[in-house]
């Protein structure tokens, strides 16, 4: 059994909250006490269908204000995977919550209301997901019910959508028709749409391949915190703790430190204590090097077969995530993995119109949500790998360091 | 599946390692709250991984109600000397005589929401810059959105509107003074994914957790331990039964389930088949009001 992690993207109207709530009741993860609790909210028990939607329902600070706080997780399995929802509320602060829900998916189910069709909403999602490289998407044409299980309909969205995912180079699109209100094709195959032949949602979810998401080719492990006991009976032991986030590592590999540039070999490779031959994205270990050599924290050991990027000086794509708008010139920390560094941004090149993927002249300040193309000086190296080539060493966030609030996402180029 | 694949209990373990070396790494003083339960011994155990064989690196801190069962204080003490860790137990009695708080009163009147004043203290006593606990978002509406590293203001208050965005694997454990950071390893586990992975760690558990004949008292369905620290009225129907608990907190405040799982193996069974929540069955003082655990989070609370 393994582990799928998923954003659902869709406007208020879209069902998005109804669909996640289906999967969840389908799946028989929502039980007795909390469907009680649903059942007494629910206003319209006319028809004596539980509301859904209010499964995902919020706090009360989020009732009382009317505002959407922005990412919340929900769990479920079957007997064949373990999934996690990254539930992003689709109006306020779009980006900003739609890039903390999305870094961590693998799929993105982009819902497309089938009265409305491809709308500008779906557009920006779709933007959204290609600049973080999701790498499998799934239209949900939900709604279906109100147009008659069309198949006219079903194919029209198809078409237009296809045209959508070629210009953003998007390659793992599936379509399936639904009605997440009535469950058609959530769980089983519907009735109403003999015409798709497709899976229901809920099996594509479960048989999706997954294996080509971690890359095994590139090793990129970076020091997390320095293990060295001191104690009499392991007295020079030394291991660097980290994670990781790609590739093979064997006991033996030649690697090298970077940024200091030093070549040594792995000696030893540890998880949780026990020593093993090789170990590989994205297990937690501890290696240990042949030679004595000074690594700290934020310190990347690599394989010298495949080394990434070196550079204080870097291409990057920024989305902005705080309320006091960017400034150019100033002093900001940026996070990479476990690497801290100072970093100016500098030589905003342009900003990109996250609906219609055009760049604009940047006016004044970069603000709340607007992506931006720039250039970014670090007081120390940054190792890295283009984030479209290697998404697990290419992204990097960016802290004020006078409120240490986390202010921008940066995708390295 | 590929030979270089995880499992899905080895991918949440291998975030888990990863969150606790972030965690040693970039806070001075962080500390690991520590009841007895099975979420905080799975905490315990991920800990010992992130870390072998070097120390365990963080101290055990327990705030006690007073209320518990002895079978998790038993355990708590096995437990830090096992693991070598120190352990720092402050009570919410001496909190409620030094700070000369009310006692809440009832007939299952709980400790539970006081372990905040005991808890802020003892933060500021050992000026602990972290906390970690372990607080799942499957449990309850509130922790669904909580950050995996959630900074808490010098009152130790959560705001569900300032958190920060929380991108990648990259956490930002950057505070001001006075502040510090809760931080929730296993926010991605659910309670079935704690059971399964203390089975197949073969951790061991306090006995509670297994079938035990106990005397109960029988409360609006829900079976309540009997002790000194609830009311017991004349009209009360106590029984004896075979129980067992799903979670372990107060005695005032943790209901038990009836069971006759001895092993692992039964348990895991019966949670899968299970119809009803965790907190739903188990803890009387969520039912409060329906918001109870935001309440709490924003005031301090775990």
Redesign the interface.
């Known amino acids: 059994m393994d582990l799928l992690r998923f954003i659902t993207a869709g406007s208020v109207d879209d069902g998005k909250s109804t669909l996640i709530g289906r999967l969840l009741y389908d799946s028989k993860s929502i039980l007795a006490d909390q469907l009680e609790a649903i059942e007494r909210s629910t206003k319209n028990k006319a028809n004596g269908e539980i509301d859904l939607a209010l499964l995902t329902d919020g706090l009360r600070a989020e009732r009382e204000q009317g505002i959407t706080i922005d990412v919340a997780y929900r769990y479920f399995s079957t007997p064949k995977r373990k999934f996690i929802i990254a539930d992003a509320p689709g109006h306020v602060q779009y980006t900003r919550n739609m890039i903390t829900g999305a870094s961590n998916a693998s799929l993105i189910i982009v819902l497309i209301d089938a009265r409305q069709g491809v709308v500008e909403q779906t557009r920006r999602h779709s933007i959204i997901a290609s600049l973080l490289k999701i790498p499998h998407v799934v239209v949900a044409i939900n709604k279906m019910d109100l147009v008659d299980f069309s198949q006219d309909v079903y194919n029209k969205i198809v078409t237009d959508y296809t045209s959508v995912a070629q210009q953003l180079g998007l390659t793992d699109v599936t379509y399936i028709p639904m009605s997440a209100l009535q469950g058609d094709n959530i769980v089983d195959s519907s009735s109403n749409t003999p015409w798709y032949t497709g899976k229901p949602l809920l099996q594509f979810l479960e048989e999706i391949e997954l294996d080509q998401d971690i890359n095994l080719t590139d090793a990129r492990f970076q020091v997390q915190f320095v293990i060295r006991p001191q104690t009499e009976e392991l007295h020079d032991y030394r291991g660097y703790a980290g994670k990781i986030a790609s590739g093979i590592y064997r006991k033996g590999d030649a690697v090298t430190v970077l940024p200091q540039q030093l070549e040594t070999t792995i000696s030893k490779i540890e998880v949780a204590g026990v020593e093993v031959e090789e170990a590989f994205a994205p297990q937690g270990v501890v290696l240990h090097l042949a030679d004595d050599i000074d690594i700290s924290r934020g310190d990347a050991i690599v394989k010298t077969a495949q080394l990434p990027k070196t550079s204080n000086e870097l291409e990057i794509l920024l989305c902005w995530l705080d309320d006091k708008p960017l400034q150019t010139g100033n002093k900001y920390l940026l996070q990479h993995n476990s690497r801290l560094v100072r970093a100016v941004v500098r030589n905003i090149e342009y900003k990109l119109d996250v609906n219609t993927l055009q760049q604009q002249p940047v006016e004044g300040s970069v603000k709340l949500n607007e992506v931006v193309k720039a250039t970014i000086k670090t007081a120390a190296p940054l190792v890295y790998d283009s984030f479209d080539q290697l998404h697990t060493n290419g992204s990097a966030i960016l802290v004020d360091e006078t409120s240490n609030s986390t202010v921008a996402a940066v995708l390295l180029k | 599946?590929?030979q270089?694949?995880?499992?899905?209990l080895?991918?949440?373990?291998?975030?888990s390692?990863?969150i606790f070396?972030?965690v040693?790494?970039q806070f001075e003083r962080p500390a690991l709250l520590f009841s007895g339960g099975k979420d905080s011994i799975t905490l315990v155990q991920l800990a010992?991984?992130?870390?072998?064989?070097?120390?365990f690196p963080f101290p055990l801190v327990h705030i006690d109600t007073g209320h518990n069962f002895p079978e998790a204080l038993a355990y708590r003490d096995w437990m830090a000397k096992e693991v070598g860790a120190e352990l720092i137990v402050r009570k919410v009695e001496d909190t409620i005589k030094a700070k000369n708080l009310t006692e809440p009163k009832g007939k299952f009147a709980s400790r539970n929401w006081l372990q905040t004043y005991t808890l802020l203290d003892t933060i500021e006593e050992f000026k602990f810059d972290a906390c970690i606990g372990g607080a799942r978002?499957?449990e309850e509406?509130?922790r669904?959105?909580e950050r995996i590293f959630s900074?808490r203001n010098d009152f130790g208050e959560w705001d569900?509107?300032l958190?920060?965005?929380?991108?990648?694997?990259?956490y930002?454990g950057?505070?001001?003074k006075g502040e510090n950071v809760r931080v929730f390893p296993i926010?991605?586990w659910?309670e079935?994914?704690v059971w399964n992975y203390i089975k197949t760690e073969e951790i061991p558990l306090p006995s509670i957790y297994f079938s035990h004949e106990r005397e109960v008292l029988i409360h609006e369905g829900q079976l309540i331990a009997v002790s000194p620290f609830i009311t017991i009225d004349e009209t009360d129907v106590i029984e004896t039964k075979k129980v067992r608990y799903r979670t372990v907190g107060d005695m005032t405040c943790t209901a038990a389930v009836e069971s006759l799982a001895n092993t692992l193996d039964e348990v895991v069974d019966e949670i899968k088949a299970?119809?009803?929540?965790e907190r739903?069955?188990t803890r009387i003082d969520d039912k409060v009001t329906?918001?109870a655990m935001?309440d709490r989070k924003k005031g301090g609370y775990f």
């Open positions: 599946m590929s270089y694949r995880l499992n899905y080895e991918q949440l373990e291998a975030e390692i990863h070396r972030e040693a790494a010992k991984k992130a870390f072998a064989p070097g120390k978002r499957d509406k509130a669904a959105k900074v569900p509107k958190q920060r965005p929380e991108l990648w694997n990259i930002n950057r505070i001001h926010s991605n659910t079935l994914d299970t119809r009803i929540s739903g069955e329906e918001a935001e």
